[in-house]
């Protein structure tokens, strides 16, 4: 079974501030962790993913996450807040392939909206 | 390249009709997913298809079923709507259904009166 929880529904950060949106995970089995963006009235954009390499990962615009195992987190952070960053953001979690079986399944967060101040 | 491409985009229909939602992956990507997402929460899973068999089948009801064709597109049915279907509809094409990463369309919104 695998699950994930979002710590907060909503953030709100100051332009050029730093930005922070907490996830933690349960997998039964090793994950596929991701973390994907929803802008009002679209589909998701992806923005990085972790699938056991390295564990901190760099993704588009500038956000990058740290995969913690010990801590089953994986938490997204950018160093400096745009407006167009203005969205909602969903932690997806994944299990790969494991003892013949595949689970093709994405399991998604609540989602945090994240509010951008001028 | 085109991405992942749905239609229609928006949908209305009335209680117990039924709808078919149409899914064209990305090029050259084998598997396709289907996801619902209500207003407020995080998309859930309905089914991924690979090859043109399910593989995968989330908790939804029987009314809730879905095909892949031989050129990999997909169409999700949903028969005797209910009010509570009404959703963003999100399709997702991988390259192969062991593969994690997934790409998703714009979603067909679909509501029910």
């Known amino acids: 079974a695998q699950s994930v929880t979002q710590l907060d529904s909503h953030v709100s950060v100051s332009e050029g501030t730093p930005v922070l949106l907490r996830c933690n995970y349960s997998?039964?089995?090793?994950?596929?962790l991701f973390w994907y963006v929803q802008h009002p009235n679209k589909g998701l954009q992806l923005l990085l993913k972790?699938?056991?390499?390295?564990?901190l990962v760099k993704g588009i615009n500038g956000f990058e996450a740290e995969f913690k195992k010990s801590e089953t987190s994986f938490h997204l952070t950018k160093p400096s807040a745009h407006m167009s960053d203005a969205a909602e953001y969903f932690c997806?979690?994944?299990?790969?392939?494991?003892?013949?079986?595949?689970?093709?399944?994405?399991?998604f967060g609540q989602g945090t909206i994240l509010t951008v101040h001028p | 390249d085109a991405g992942v491409t749905q239609s229609p985009t928006h949908l209305i229909k009335t209680r117990g009709q039924h709808v078919t939602l149409r899914c064209s992956p990305i090029?050259?990507?084998?598997?396709v997913s289907w996801y619902q997402q209500v207003l407020g929460q995080g998309p859930q899973f309905i089914f991924q298809?690979?090859?043109?068999?399910?593989?995968g089948r989330g908790n939804f009801p029987d009314r809730f079923s879905a095909r892949q064709f031989p050129n990999y597109s997909s169409e999700l049915n949903v028969n005797a709507l209910l009010l509570g279907d009404s959703a963003l509809y999100l399709c997702?094409?991988?390259?192969?259904?062991?593969?994690?990463?997934?790409?998703f369309g714009q979603g067909t919104r679909l509501t029910v009166v």
């Open positions: 997702a094409s991988s390259l192969e259904v062991r593969v994690a990463e997934a790409f």
């Open positions: 997998s039964s089995y090793s994950p596929s």
């Open positions: 972790y699938t056991s390499a390295a564990t």
């Open positions: 997806v979690v994944r299990a790969l392939w494991a003892g013949g079986t595949s689970y093709g399944k994405l399991t």
């Open positions: 090029s050259g990507h084998k598997s």
């Open positions: 298809y690979y090859e043109k068999e399910e593989r």
